[in-house]
């Protein structure tokens, strides 16, 4: 998958509308996060969110300028939370430093942990996560990398989908962005879990290759026929239309 490389020793990343702290979260500012931000489902609906392993808070961040820029309505309200303690602080500082400050919070805590302080009756109209996926792969020696990146820390596609099928609303759903190669376990747990798809995006680096990331969406209600999208993000070296158009509200450059 790209990657976002002028981030390389940045303490800061600037979007359009607001500015991230890139410097004590495991997981810096990462192009998949970006993906979904900007081309996951936002319900008009939706008014209560959570985004879990959240990092740096980017995708909350998005989630909240999306939600003010097509919904009048001032009741709403994000939380995030990240296993990793320096995370869940830095999500904080960027959300209190955003324009939607009051609308969003973070918490240090792990899925099941945040689950069990919940009271029994809450529900959340839109989850969402760039979760870790390497499953089989070699630990870097930085262990909080690890976290972040390694199912082995607890927070897998099957835990935010057993989660989701308590937690969300009768007609919320939950976007998730993995390797395209997890799309048919996805999918089949997701419909153990009494949930659907009923959106998905495969993204490609460029024309020729297969693609390497998925972006799905689950809901409760039964869908026969999945909108299916492919993006694909760079051709001769250059940025596609298609890519500039997704994340222009969000890049810089865009």
Known sequence: M???????????????????????????????????????TIAPTSRRMLDVGTGTGTIALMAAQRMADSVTCPILKIDAIDIDEASAAEAAQNFDNSPWAELMSASHASLKEYDA?????????????????????????????????????????????????????????????????????????????????????????VPRKMPSRIVAEFSFRRCDNPSEELLTIQNEGRYTQEYLALTRDFYLFA
């Open 117 to 205: 302080s919940l009271d029994p009756e809450v529900r959340y109209d839109h989850i969402f996560s760039n979760p870790p996926y390497f499953e089989d792969s070699l630990q870097a020696p930085d262990q909080r990398r690890n976290d972040s990146r390694h199912t082995s820390t607890g927070l897998s596609y099957r835990e935010l989908l057993e989660f989701a099928k308590v937690r969300l609303s009768s007609d919320g759903h939950i976007s998730i962005v993995l390797p395209s190669d997890a799309e048919n376990g996805l999918t089949r747990y997701a419909r153990m879990c009494g949930l659907y798809l009923f959106r998905i995006m495969r993204i490609r680096t």
């Open 2 to 40: 790209a990657s976002l490389s002028n981030l390389i020793g940045m303490s800061e990343f600037k979007f359009k509308r607001f500015t991230v702290v890139n410097e004590r979260s495991a997981m810096k500012v990462n192009t998949d996060g970006v993906l979904l931000g900007a081309s996951m």
